[in-house]
């Protein structure tokens, strides 16, 4: 465990000492990982497809705010839709509006949390996100992240219509309101989501010993259980395998996200109790685990004896004891 300790203790120096190139960095990956997770399930356009063009995008998302970074998401995604028809690229872009204009732009630190449903399912760990958020944020995450499950859901009714394309654009459109609204998973992953947060979230809070570290596992256990039971009930053929996996990957990741974040030294809890004129105060203080990292200082010694320390030493002197030129030093 003291090495742990002292490897999270040197990232995070590492971190603090390069914040402002690595937060550069990470942004930069987590851009190129959306466009490309964007092309994955709607790269229809081959000109966007390209390489360079997502390269670029991502580029310049280093320099704009999240909301920027949201809306080249959006406006990337209706580009591709309207390369293979015109109303469903009319319809996604009404609803990446809508989006906007009533939420994000009201609470824009909710971005993010839209941005990586597609990303974590680009990566195969979307149980990851309501365990990350239960960790680090509060319940109302639940309204972005319902809305990222939405938006993502309806990506991919879309891509199921186009696949399925007839020449009747009206058709097509009810096809993917009709698959989307009615799309009995969406709502199970939405409460199922919800219920994992909220569980993680009150773990994480409690007093109980070790909460910090019970919250994520048992999360993960819930997630399990619950879509095993909602499996049965609905019969909506989860692949348990691939559930499996993907929630142990999904805890791990959230797990080592949390071990950077916080470690609490419950073996050092203290209880205290004061009052004052109105209340009569009981405080539990759980120390946050720290260690000092070592540092190493390489010093040189050298048994060679100068000639002055020879004569004080009353030594015999030989000449080939000391260098008689600049090369044999």
Known sequence: MTQLLVFRERMIQFYQRHARLLKLVFRFLISLLLFFAINREVGYDPALRSWYIVVGISIVGLVLPQQVLLFLAALYTTAHIYYVSGMLALTAGLIFALLYFVYIRFVPEHGYVILAVPLLFAIRIPYALPLLLGMVSAPVSLIPMSCGLAVYKLIQAMTVAIGTATDDTVLMYNQVIQQTF????????????????????????????????????????????????????????????????????????????????????????????????????????????????????VKRFTTRLTEEEVMEEGLPIEEEDFPQSEEDI
């Open 182 to 297: 009615s799309d009995r998973e969406l709502y199970f992953m939405i409460g199922i989501f919800g219920i994992v947060m909220v569980l993680v979230y009150c773990i994480r809070n409690s007093s109980v010993a070790y909460a910090f570290h019970m919250a994520v596992p048992i999360g993960a256990i819930a997630n399990i259980v619950l879509f095993l039971i909602t499996n049965f009930i609905s019969d909506s053929r989860i692949n348990v395998w691939q559930l499996l996996v993907q929630t142990i990957l999904s805890a791990g990741a959230a797990y080592c996200i949390q071990f950077f974040l916080v470690v609490l030294n419950y073996s050092g809890t203290e209880y205290l109790q004061f009052e004052d004129e109105e209340y009569y105060y009981y405080v539990k203080a759980v120390p946050k685990m720290s260690i000092t990292t070592p540092n190493k200082h």
